[in-house]
């Protein structure tokens, strides 16, 4: 093989495992390399057990296959049960903590022939708290994003070829924009949330990382979000360039990355137009926060109430309403967001194919004391929208920085099949970030 197994997409490396040209193991053992190499680094992963996972490869290649998915490594970030590793939520209050069974989601994919090589590091909660020791492939005084820390990392460096995060705010776009991969959060509760430790249920979303489209739509397959039979052209797509309400907090990574797409977009035949959102959007951001400071004292009464001293400050104020929110508010923030779903879906048709927006403000920050800021996506979030994150450009950093397609609620095939078709254009640096990164 010319290409080393561990850098090959998901798509690739399936490719070859079906027609019987690499095996299970021969895969596992080069990512495990890679990890060997780089997580002393990197630190994407909180718990791995490299004989087991070899155990389980070998195994794999005894089996039949059962699709693109056999054999093909993962990362499941830990807030999501699996049944072979603890789920510690980054907690202290769950060290250790094993819950013996798999989540949904892991076991729809452990059941398609993945092979879970372990859990990746994550903001405590998924939420706030303890960061992530991860640090930032490109550059290890940079933060990988949060919470989806671990994943977004491990994917980035070639140390898996996929991972889960998850989305409340911005925590699965986010890191797929500072990682240089690519990302899907799905539309809302399009994937099972069981064995996911919840902060908001209105918000909270399990999305996965891959390294390119192809490796995206291999796992909507499997969750049964269908491949778009409609074929797809850059050519006079419709393409609504959206600098959303918090335009005013954009970085220059984030505007570079946001102008360098349009323009490619726009070179390569589609029609790239200004999209104006209705007024009522203007509120969404102030609604979401109230959402999660609500939803999230809910959600963290047991531990303020059993381990309070253990439980992050912050959640701790969640319980504490410190931030007192009224019914009123919290009725008006729900309300808010109930009356623009249906109207961003409405605003696609004849004029509008998809939506371009920022992944994030800029590049990774620097410091691992904070993740970034999810103010490009919690908008997107809390209108249960799908979205997928593509890298774009590095920043004169020489760090990535993405760009996402959004589409309405439940299009998610059809999102899939757009981003495809435009991934070639937007996306002109794949070798380039190959080789930043490869070897060691």
């Known amino acids: 093989m010319e290409t080393e197994p561990a850098r090959m997409t998901a798509a690739e490396a399936s490719a070859l495992i079906q027609a019987k040209k690499m095996s299970c193991e021969e895969l596992v053992g080069s990512c495990l390399a890679r990890v060997g190499a780089r997580d002393p680094i990197v630190k994407a992963w909180l718990s791995m057990d490299p004989g087991h996972v070899i155990r389980r490869a070998r195994e794999l290649d005894k089996l039949p296959s059962k699709g693109p998915l056999h054999g093909i490594p993962w990362g499941v970030k830990d807030v999501i049960d699996t049944a072979d590793y603890p789920t510690t939520q980054n907690s202290p209050i769950y060290d250790g903590l094993k819950m013996g069974r798999d989540a949904a989601a892991v076991a729809v994919v452990r059941g398609a022939g993945a092979l879970i090589m372990g859990k990746t590091d994550t903001v405590e909660f998924a939420s706030s708290g303890r960061k992530a020791l991860t640090t930032n492939p490109y550059n290890a005084a940079h933060t990988p994003g949060g919470s989806s820390s671990g994943s977004g990392a491990a994917v980035g460096d070639f140390q898996v070829q996929y991972a889960f995060g998850t989305q409340t705010g911005g925590s699965h776009i986010r890191p797929a924009s500072f990682n240089g991969i690519y990302g899907m959060k799905p539309s809302w509760n399009r994937v099972s949330r069981e064995g996911l430790r919840m902060a908001s249920p209105t918000l909270d979303t399990i999305g996965w990382y891959g390294r390119s489209v192809e490796d995206l739509a291999l796992v909507a397959e499997v969750f049964r979000i269908g491949r778009d039979a409609a074929p797809v052209s850059v050519k006079g797509l419709r393409v609504g360039l959206c600098r959303s309400p918090v335009w005013p907090r954009i970085e220059p990574g984030g ?186």
Not at 300 to 305: A, M, V
Not at 353 to 382: C, K, Q, Y
Request: charged share 20%; glycine share 6%; net charge negative.
């Open 255 to 440: 505007e570079l990355a946001l102008t360098t797409a349009a323009k490619r977009l726009a070179d390569a035949g589609a029609i790239v137009e200004d999209l104006d959102l209705p007024d009522a959007f203007n509120g969404l951001d102030e609604a979401h926060a109230t959402i999660v400071q609500h939803e999230g004292g809910v959600s963290f009464l047991p531990e303020y109430i059993n381990a309070g001293p253990m439980l992050a400050a912050d959640l701790r104020a969640r319980v504490e309403n410190t931030a007192q929110i009224t019914a009123e508010r919290l009725l008006a923030a729900y309300a808010l967001a109930d009356r623009c779903r249906p109207m961003l879906d409405s605003l696609f048709g004849p004029d509008l194919d998809v939506i371009l927006t920022p992944s994030s403000r800029g590049e990774a920050p620097v410091g691992l004391h904070t993740t970034g800021e999810d103010v490009f996506n919690r908008m997107w979030t809390l209108l249960h929208a799908p979205n997928i994150g593509i890298p774009a450009c590095f920043a004169p950093s020489g760090l990535p920085v993405g760009v996402t397609l959004i589409a309405g609620r439940l299009t998610d095939a059809r999102l899939l099949a757009i981003a495809a078709a435009c991934a070639p254009a937007i996306d002109q640096e794949v070798e380039a970030r190959k080789r930043r990164l490869w070897p060691v």
